[in-house]
């Protein structure tokens, strides 16, 4: 694997980590597993049944929790830290331990990969709860599980274009990243004018 190749491996696999980590690693443990795919020598321990068991049975919770508004946010909150360290540890096992002035590189560069891609959901997320229906999250919700699905099909087959695909992802997300943070701010604002508003004395009691 040529270096940009390790690059575009490692990049797409943090980045499907910071969407949902648990179903990164059950789906890459299931595809190594029944021969679909074939990951790295590093990564194979993916595919021991009981690694893949385990991320399979908490993906199972995740899966129903972030189809729920609210509750996914506060999911999101709780693996704002779990989420970048799972995708920096898979990355520094893909590429193994070279050196620890390398090591520490690739774990910030995929932890801040990961990052990313988790602050993308949870503030997509947050806009999304402010709507009265919980259509957006559910479909939200299960466009991210293809993601990761098709992310780590696509690195495995082709890990130049995962990473050209990455780097467009990135832009995407800094294009709209201003817009929805502004949304979200007008929406909280309105929010707070609201309460901040002295109480009609003159509306009868019901």
């Given at each position: 694997m040529s270096p940009l190749q390790a690059l575009g491996f490692t990049m797409g696999t943090s980045f499907a980590a910071g969407l949902?980590?648990?179903?990164?690693?059950?789906?890459?443990?299931?595809?190594?597993?029944?021969?679909?795919?074939?990951?790295?020598?590093?990564l194979e321990v993916l595919a021991q049944p009981l690694v893949w068991g385990i991320a399979l049975g908490i993906f199972v919770v995740e899966f129903v929790a972030d189809k729920i508004p609210w509750v996914d946010s506060i999911w999101d909150a709780v693996h704002t830290v779990i989420r970048p360290i799972g995708g920096a540890l898979l990355a520094i096992q893909v590429l193994g331990h070279p050196s620890p002035a390398f090591?520490?590189?690739?774990?910030?560069?995929?932890?801040?990969?990961?990052?990313?891609?988790?602050?993308?959901?949870?503030?997509?997320?947050?806009?999304?709860?402010?709507?009265?229906?919980?259509?957006?999250?559910?479909?939200?919700?299960?466009g991210e599980d293809a993601a990761?699905?098709?992310?780590?099909?696509?690195?495995?087959?082709?890990?130049?274009?995962?990473?050209?695909?990455?780097?467009?992802?990135?832009?995407?997300?800094?294009?709209?990243?201003?817009?929805?943070?502004?949304?979200?701010?007008?929406?909280?604002?309105?929010?707070?004018?609201?309460?901040?508003?002295?109480?009609?004395?003159?509306?009868?009691?019901?």
């Open positions: 949902n980590l648990y179903a990164t690693v059950a789906t890459a443990g299931l595809l190594q597993y029944f021969g679909i795919i074939h990951l790295p020598p590093t090591t520490v590189i690739v774990a910030l560069l995929a932890g801040g990969t990961s990052l990313l891609a988790h602050s993308a959901k949870a503030a997509t997320r947050l806009a999304s709860n402010a709507s009265p229906e919980p259509f957006t999250n559910i479909g939200l919700s299960l990761v699905l098709g992310g780590l099909t696509l690195v495995n087959l082709s890990p130049l274009l995962a990473l050209v695909i990455f780097l467009v992802a990135i832009g995407v997300f800094f294009y709209f990243a201003r817009r929805i943070l502004r949304s979200m701010k007008n929406k909280i604002g309105g929010a707070r004018k609201k309460l901040d508003q002295p109480a009609d004395r003159n509306v009868p009691v019901q």
